[in-house]
C-alpha cells in the first residue's frame, strides 16, 4: 500500500479529520485528529480509526498500523508542547 491509500482510507471513514501517514510497504504509522474522536477513550478512538483500515488489515495489505489520536483541542495542546521543549 502507498501513504496516499491509507490516507484516503481513513479520511473516508472519519470525514473531516486531519491525516498524517508515515510509512511505506504494509507498515504505517498515521496521526488522526478529529472532532469525532470528542468524549470517546483512547480504544474507541483507535478503533474507529482500525475499522477504516480493515479490509486491507485482513487482506494483509496493511500488516501493521500505529496511531496517535487527538481531538483538536489536544492536538494543539501537543503542538504546543512540542514547541517549548528545546
Not at 32 to 49: G, I, M, P
Request: proline residues 5%; aromatic residues 6%.
Amino acid at each position: 500500500m502507498e501513504t496516499v491509500e491509507v490516507r484516503k482510507l481513513i479520511e473516508t471513514g472519519i470525514p473531516d479529520c486531519e491525516v498524517t501517514v508515515f510509512g511505506e510497504a504494509c507498515n504505517f504509522s498515521v496521526t488522526v485528529v478529529s472532532e469525532a474522536f470528542e468524549s470517546l477513550s483512547l480504544v474507541k478512538r483507535q478503533r474507529l480509526v482500525l475499522d477504516t483500515v480493515a479490509e486491507p488489515l485482513a487482506s494483509g495489505a496493511l500488516h501493521a498500523i500505529s496511531m496517535k489520536v487527538y481531538t483538536p483541542s489536544e492536538w494543539t495542546q501537543e503542538k504546543l508542547k512540542a514547541s517549548a521543549d528545546p
